[in-house]
């Protein structure tokens, strides 16, 4: 990526160089005013202490999970059969695994090394090269959480590191997260084909940005509750499978668990697609997570998940596809019917090709952000107050 664009880029995102930002401005009034109440009851109820007899689901125990297998999908195959099989999956799962790809296994395993060494700092030290500037850093601040496991690192695209240590090198962490990008970019594209809404890349990929979140998970609390952690919207995920290891995740159909072949990379659909595509398509929401058993095995998990996502100052809507009248087609394409006389004198116009209704108002990307992140709302679907 030329260094023009990173910058215009970096521009919409908090850089993790500055110091920690003020927080952005509080959502914009919402019309739902029950919506805002039981946001504001849930606020609540996850500030009563733990001791109370009150308990959240899936608190107290792991969530039930079903098992799943991910659709293979392979990138080489002709693009009337790609497309069929994308659609396919994200209608019915909202998740993939991806075949064919151009990433390299040397290359994920060299990242998932330097990765390792980012936990291996002091925590004096996690905290000066990666201070905390929402939602990029150093994630430690839930430790005593009982739904939270291990630490995380959210880095942009550039990898960024704040330090004099000149021992790191993320050199081919940054180099998996370009290459990962790139493909996240070229799953968008053809998703909008397969799907049928208005492809959101065009010449200016600036409106986009990418986000490499880094978690580490012990066996020691394994024994813990699943949880993605920090939530945070984006478009498509995407997970390399570098050896056999099953990950759990919250899908729109509820928990489940996959084990994707070692060597594809796991995709999974976020909100942002699933409201482009005005309601099409499945999501998963969070990042997928090691399962326990794979954690028990391993005494340290690192998982790297890249998520292509939004600048904050980004306006988030259904893309709908245009209609031939709109996109310069002729009348006929419209096939609108005339009718000079039903009995009542009037004309009667109707067109058969009707525009498609949006499913979802538009919303600040920055204010639905927040929310998310800060909220947890892991049992509840931060897309229904936005729903029509």
């Not at 409106?207 to 998970?217: A, D």
Request: net charge negative; aromatic share 6%.
């Amino acid at each position: 990526m030329a260094s023009s664009t990173q910058d215009h880029r970096l521009h919409h995102l908090p850089t993790p160089c500055g110091t920690t930002t003020a927080p952005p401005p509080t959502p914009s009034t919402q019309p739902n005013n029950l919506s805002e109440a039981s946001d504001s009851l849930s606020r609540l109820l996850h500030r009563i202490p733990p001791t109370l007899s009150l308990s959240f689901p899936g608190r107290s125990q792991s969530p039930p999970t079903t098992t799943a297998s991910p659709p293979l999908i392979s990138l080489s195959d002709p693009k009337s059969i790609l497309h069929s099989n994308l659609l396919s999956a994200a209608k019915q799962q909202g998740f993939f695994q991806l075949t064919e790809h151009s990433i390299s296994s040397h290359l994920a395993q060299s990242a998932e090394f330097e990765s390792l060494s980012i936990f291996n700092l002091s925590h004096d030290d996690k905290q000066l090269c990666f201070p905390k500037n929402w939602p990029l850093g150093f994630d430690n601040d839930d430790e005593d959480d009982d739904n939270v496991v291990g630490q995380s690192f959210c880095l942009d695209e550039l990898c960024s590191v704040e330090s004099n240590l000149t021992e790191m090198e993320l050199t081919s962490l940054r180099k998996l997260t370009c290459q990962m990008e790139k493909l996240g970019l070229q799953v968008i594209e053809e998703l909008s084909c397969a799907v049928g809404f208005e492809n959101p890349i065009g010449e200016d990929q600036t409106r986009f940005c990418s986000l490499m979140w880094i978690s580490e998970s012990d066996g020691s609390s394994s024994n813990r509750p699943l949880s993605s952690g920090r939530l945070y919207p984006f478009a498509v995920g995407l997970t390399y499978q570098i050896r056999c290891r099953k990950y759990t995740m919250l899908a729109d159909s509820g928990w489940v668990s996959v084990s994707p072949q070692v060597d594809s990379v796991m995709v999974t659909l976020g909100d942002i697609a699933q409201v482009w595509s005005n309601g099409k398509v499945k999501k998963v929401r969070g990042r997928p997570v090691p399962s326990s058993a794979d954690v028990v095995e391993v005494s340290n998990c690192v998982s790297m998940t890249l998520l292509v996502t939004l600048p904050h100052d980004s306006t988030v809507s259904p893309l709908l596809p245009k209609s031939p009248s709109v996109a310069g087609g002729d009348t006929d394409e419209t096939q609108v019917l005339n009718k000079e006389d039903d009995g009542l004198g009037e004309n009667n116009s109707k067109t058969i090709a009707q525009e498609e209704r949006p499913m979802f108002n538009s919303f600040s990307f920055e204010d639905y952000a927040w929310r998310v992140y800060h909220e947890r709302l892991l049992f509840k679907d931060p897309l229904v107050r936005y729903r029509v």
